[in-house]
């Protein structure tokens, strides 16, 4: 944690096992010199008493929604009105419908409807009440009304079973605040689809074609553009990365499913970043069994796959369009053509096959190039050259 947070968090508790967690929260974000306040539900109560988060906050706990101790007995304005930001750890399947919903039955409910300020969930649950479609729904929606989800996680849970649904440790919840500066918020109330990753083409059950990506440089973008303020779409080939807290993922596997779910989700998008390996071919026609060895010699037949960046770009409200091009020689010439015959408004390039950067590596350098300029950023770590590469798209988006 490097940065210091110096804000009013109002932490709001609802009630599952979880709520254990949010008394270490408290102690972090003290400990990162943001005043907290703390609001539980009558269920939170259930399973952490309110003196805990009293003595650990040192501020009093509420829990009413009308508070008669309060001025007019409008508690619930008075709070909404002192936060900066409002986080909500952890955040219940029931929590997250009624907030879905606008109902306001509630403090909790209530202090949702009334916070002008930014508010992250960090949601809590059962892996099949988090999987359910009506869950998913909701956290979608939340999303497209500009709130910030952070995780949840992948393990064990209290009931025994195993899967996504584990509310974020009070760490990553405390980190992803701290990166949030205010002075670098370059994207702030923009909404960035990032596509990351390779694809893989089945030739048969057992096979496929595919290639070196690891999605780092992607993954690094939806981080760098979360700490911008942007809300975060990521689609996400298949890789062995954790998914960035408090973007919302979308998992493909073939070049066709993420074409799809690229255009169905890009509308209201500012931005999209081509940050995928996608392939270029795909077997013409997939064997529903597997391909014996027999014949020393075997022709594959390949058809094109769509281009999804040509797509998006030739959209008629199209975002601003970032590409990527991955070249081993001629790194220059190529990236030109391709800003230029696709129509983007930028193209990252890097070199691959030489001893750094790459694919599958913690450091890469590229030359950016768009219609009226070019920068190079230097061979660095992923993570810093997605922050650079983020800055750079904000500041030619304000002078576009």
């Not at 995928?276 to 997939?286: E, F, H, K, R």
Request: charged share 20%.
């Amino acid at each position: 944690m490097g940065a210091t947070i110096n804000k009013h968090i109002l932490l709001a508790v609802s009630g599952g096992i979880a709520a254990y967690k949010s008394a270490e929260l408290v102690r972090l974000l003290r400990k990162q010199r943001a005043e907290v306040r703390v609001v539980m539900t009558h269920a939170a109560i259930q399973f952490v008493a309110p003196l805990t988060f009293q003595s650990l906050s040192g501020n009093p706990v509420h829990s009413e929604l009308l508070d008669s101790a309060q001025e007019n007995a409008m508690g619930h304005i008075n709070l909404a009105r002192w936060a900066d930001v409002l986080l909500v750890a952890p955040a219940t399947a029931n929590c997250i419908a009624k907030f879905s919903q606008g109902l306001a039955d509630d403090l909790l409910s209530t202090l949702y409807l009334a916070a002008t300020c930014p508010v992250y969930i960090a949601p809590a649950m059962n892996q099949a009440m988090w999987n359910k479609a009506v869950t998913q729904e909701n956290i979608t929606k939340l999303i497209s009304h500009g709130v910030k989800v952070i995780g949840p996680g992948k393990g064990d849970q209290a009931c025994g079973e195993n899967g996504l649904g584990r509310m974020a440790e009070p760490s990553e919840i405390c980190d992803i605040l701290c990166a949030t500066d205010p002075d670098r918020l370059s994207l702030a109330g923009n909404k960035v689809l990032i596509s990351a990753g390779p694809t893989r083409e089945p030739l048969d059950p057992v096979r496929y074609i595919t290639n070196r990506s690891s999605g780092k440089m992607g993954y690094a973008l939806a981080h760098a553009a979360l700490k911008a303020g942007a809300q975060v779409t990521l689609v996400s080939g298949p890789v062995s990365l954790s998914a960035p807290l408090g973007a919302k993922v979308i998992r493909v596997e073939t070049a066709a499913e993420m074409h799809a779910a690229v255009m169905e989700n890009i509308a209201g998008h500012a931005v999209y970043i081509g940050a995928a390996a996608v392939a270029d071919y795909s077997p013409l026609v997939m064997q529903h069994e597997k391909i014996k060895k027999s014949a020393d010699l075997t022709t594959l037949t390949l058809t094109k796959t769509k281009d999804i960046l040509a797509a998006v770009a030739s959209l008629d409200k199209r975002p601003y369009t970032v590409g990527f091009a991955a070249e081993t020689h001629e790194l220059e010439l190529y990236a030109k053509n391709k800003l230029s015959q696709k129509n983007l408004d930028m193209i990252a390039a890097n070199w691959v096959g030489h001893d750094e950067g790459g694919f599958d590596s913690e450091q890469n350098a590229l030359q950016v190039f768009w219609k009226t300029g070019q920068k190079t950023l230097e061979m660095a770590n992923k993570n810093q050259i997605a922050m650079q590469l983020i800055d750079l798209i904000a500041d030619c988006m304000s002078e576009k």
